[in-house]
């Protein structure tokens, strides 16, 4: 089974519990570790996001409270496992694929999450700022515009939680602050490719 797959099960399992986006992020970069220390083969390039969302629910969640998620998570690993390589076998018939992301969007994406946790914003808003990068990213440069973040969200349980979280006022002063920050995220995002 896959360090990925393993992430989405005990993700999936914070968001049928309704944990909060904080909580989520966590404890995929807890599964992530334990995975890496079992030796799973894929647990280096799991692509755990180790970024902003995550820097910003690590102001949140207390380290007891990290404790008890890895003592969880440890207690049901086998379970897990067994979870996570029937989401591996899922994947490999392929039913209902989903496309990456460019690199241009994540970028962007990545762009918005830094400077909103530069900002002080809380787990969830940086990674809904982040979504709203990505959605305008895609408008804008990818030709694609999003019906919803839920298009984001399906592969995304962080997301799922923020957008569970945020009330609509600030979902939308997020949207907001995004398009008005849009020229610094550019600046930012562009960076690195110049």
Same mark, same amino acid.
Request: net charge negative.
């Given at each position: 089974?896959?360090?990925?797959a393993?992430?989405?099960?005990? $993700?999936?399992l914070? =968001?049928?519990?309704? *944990?909060?986006?904080a909580?989520?992020?966590v404890? #995929?970069s807890?599964? $992530?570790?334990?995975a890496?220390?079992t030796? &799973?083969p894929?647990?280096? +390039?799991?692509n755990?996001?180790d970024?902003?969302? =995550? /820097? /910003? %629910?690590?102001?949140?969640? @207390?380290? $007891?409270?990290v %404790?008890?998620? #890895?003592d969880?998570?440890?207690?049901r690993?086998?379970a897990?496992?067994? *979870?996570a390589a029937?989401? !591996? %076998?899922?994947d $490999? =018939?392929?039913l209902?694929p989903? @496309?990456? =992301?460019?690199?241009g969007?994540l /970028?962007?994406?990545? %762009?918005? &999450? !830094?400077?909103?946790?530069?900002?002080?914003?809380?787990? +969830?808003?940086?990674?809904w700022?982040?979504a709203?990068? +990505?959605a305008?990213?895609l408008r804008?440069y990818?030709?694609r515009?999003l019906?919803?973040?839920?298009?984001?969200?399906?592969?995304?349980p962080?997301?799922?939680a923020?957008?569970?979280?945020?009330a &609509?006022?600030?979902?939308?002063?997020?949207?907001?602050?995004?398009?008005?920050?849009? &020229?610094?995220? !550019?600046e930012?995002?562009?960076e690195?490719?110049?």
């Amino acid at each position: 089974m896959s360090a990925r797959a393993m992430m989405r099960v005990v $993700q999936d399992l914070a =968001l049928a519990a309704g *944990d909060t986006a904080a909580r989520t992020a966590v404890y #995929g970069s807890i599964v $992530q570790a334990l995975a890496e220390l079992t030796g &799973e083969p894929d647990a280096d +390039t799991a692509n755990i996001r180790d970024d902003s969302v =995550l /820097a /910003a %629910a690590r102001r949140e969640v @207390s380290e $007891q409270t990290v %404790a008890a998620m #890895g003592d969880w998570i440890g207690c049901r690993w086998g379970a897990i496992a067994v *979870d996570a390589a029937v989401l !591996d %076998a899922l994947d $490999q =018939l392929n039913l209902e694929p989903v @496309s990456s =992301l460019p690199a241009g969007a994540l /970028a962007y994406r990545a %762009a918005a &999450e !830094d400077l909103a946790l530069a900002a002080g914003e809380s787990c +969830t808003a940086v990674s809904w700022a982040g979504a709203q990068a +990505t959605a305008r990213w895609l408008r804008l440069y990818g030709g694609r515009v999003l019906n919803s973040l839920a298009e984001l969200a399906a592969v995304d349980p962080v997301l799922t939680a923020a957008g569970r979280e945020l009330a &609509e006022r600030e979902k939308d002063r997020v949207t907001g602050w995004v398009i008005e920050v849009w &020229e610094a995220i !550019d600046e930012r995002a562009t960076e690195p490719a110049a």
